[in-house]
């Protein structure tokens, strides 16, 4: 009779388990994103994003610890096909994804990060973050921007970013 009881409670665990394990990210992110999508807990993209925000960054990450995960889509800016910018200037907060004086974050890969009229990825104030597998392309300023702190950068693609204004480029 115990056994019966233990067998049952353990099942009763496991299936619990696997739903919590299911559902270990807060936010599924696709589609269009019109204002600036402010990131609290773990999420992951479920779609491509067209990020339609003028002058302030697509995606914000605001806490500390958490995961984006891009789960190999992309994340697209305004910017020009061919270069990144609109004209000769571009807003210069309008940045794909931003981490601002967070510690702990990871930004995964596979995925790209594209067109975005300022940097593709800031990361500033911030220490202890990790950007791994991720692409950036045709950003109007870098593709992956460090501003202060210790990071991980590890395996990133960086192609076509920067201008002839700020030819800052790459990572």
């Known amino acids: ?7 049952s409670w353990f099942a009763a665990f496991l299936g619990t388990l696997f739903v919590c394990a299911g559902s270990a990210y807060a936010a599924d992110i696709s589609g269009t994103v019109t204002t ?8 992951k993209l479920v779609g491509d994003v067209t990020c339609t925000v003028s ?18 889509f992309s994340v697209t800016g305004l910017g020009d096909a061919q270069t990144g910018c609109a004209g000769s200037n571009s807003p210069g907060a309008e940045h794909g994804i931003r981490i601002l004086n967070q ?4 930004i995964r890969g ?5 067109r975005f009229r300022a940097h593709g990825i800031l990361i500033n104030g911030s220490t202890g973050n990790t950007i791994t597998g991720v692409t950036t392309s045709t950003n109007c300023e870098a ?3 460090v501003a202060g702190g210790s990071n991980v950068l590890e395996n990133n693609i960086s ?6 204004t700020l030819p800052c480029g790459g990572i």
């Open 1 to 7: 009779m115990i056994r019966l009881k233990m067998g």
């Open 36 to 43: 600036t999508l402010t990131i609290m807990d773990n999420s």
């Open 55 to 72: 002058g302030a960054p697509c995606l914000d990450i605001v806490a500390s610890n958490l995961t984006l995960d891009l789960n190999g």
């Open 103 to 106: 510690t702990g974050g990871t």
């Open 110 to 114: 596979p995925g790209v990060v594209q």
């Open 143 to 145: 593709g992956i921007l």
């Open 159 to 164: 192609i076509a970013n920067g201008n002839l």
